[in-house]
């Protein structure tokens, strides 16, 4: 085993990561180019630094995640759903079953647990949350996140709900536990139904127009009648009819058919 295979197989005993799902000369070239700024000669040397530094453990994390998120990301439209669209829901169902679809390293899911602890206890909020990457995935349930992806949290939030480590911050354990991740391919898996609100954002706009029609359909049969499918701020469905949905408000659909 080579140096950077058992730096691999080290990586995923700890965190759960699996390195060797990424393309192998790009995440190299990524992780000798730190290492090499940090003054180490290799990826042994290096984990073992990594072992005793959380900093160093951390800036690891932060140089190999590839997927782009953050928190209350485009914050007016989580106005909305907080102010506007949950009310009307919670009117219907006061406990919801609630989709992040696609959700990356976990920004979104965790902000729509935030989101919902404002309107019952932590331990009846419940949010599944799914990508097709699992190291995403892997990232998620850490929950350690740079600076730049709490931007737009307020400040109230911050305090309460995440510990500063460094140049991160983790999430609460009690908001992770709100929280099921699992790994879902939007294109070939079945999807679960009765979903109160679907939220699937920044996602669709990588998807062919025949692939994102499928979707459409599929998510609109994944919600139940009055439910909310919200998306992105790039991906606003201009025939929502098509699928079953009326506008709600900006990104957001309601089923009704």
Not at 84 to 90: T, W
Request: aromatic share 14%; with cysteine.
């Amino acid at each position: 085993m080579n140096d950077y295979q058992q730096f691999i197989a080290n990586v995923k005993k700890k965190t759960g990561i699996d390195l060797a799902q990424y393309k192998e000369a790009q995440m190299k070239r990524r992780l000798t180019s730190l290492y090499e700024k940090r003054g180490f000669k290799n990826f042994h040397e290096f984990f073992q630094a990594m072992e005793a530094d959380k900093k160093l453990f951390h800036e690891f994390l932060d140089r190999m995640t590839i997927n782009v998120s953050e928190f209350y990301r485009n914050a007016k439209r989580w106005e909305v759903l907080e102010k506007k669209i949950l009310p009307k829901l919670l009117a219907q169902n006061k406990r919801l079953k609630v989709w992040s679809a696609a959700c990356s390293t976990g920004e979104e899911p965790y902000t729509l647990a935030i989101i919902l602890s404002k309107f019952m206890p932590l331990s009846q909020v419940s949010v599944l949350a799914t990508d097709i990457d699992e190291n995403a995935i892997s990232r998620a349930k850490i929950g350690v996140y740079p600076e730049r992806s709490l931007q737009e949290v307020p400040e109230e939030i911050k305090k309460k709900f995440f510990t500063k480590e460094g140049l991160h911050y983790k999430i609460s354990e009690e908001i992770k536990k709100t929280v099921t991740f699992k790994k879902h391919n939007l294109l070939a898996d079945p999807f679960d139904t009765n979903h109160d609100l679907i939220v699937c954002r920044n996602v669709l706009i990588y998807f062919t127009e025949e692939a994102k029609h499928a979707l459409y359909h599929k998510f609109n049969k994944a919600l139940k009648p009055g439910g909310i499918f919200f998306v992105g701020s790039t991906e606003q469905i201009f025939n929502p009819g098509l699928y079953g949905f009326e506008t709600e408000d900006t990104f957001f659909y309601r089923k009704v058919q």
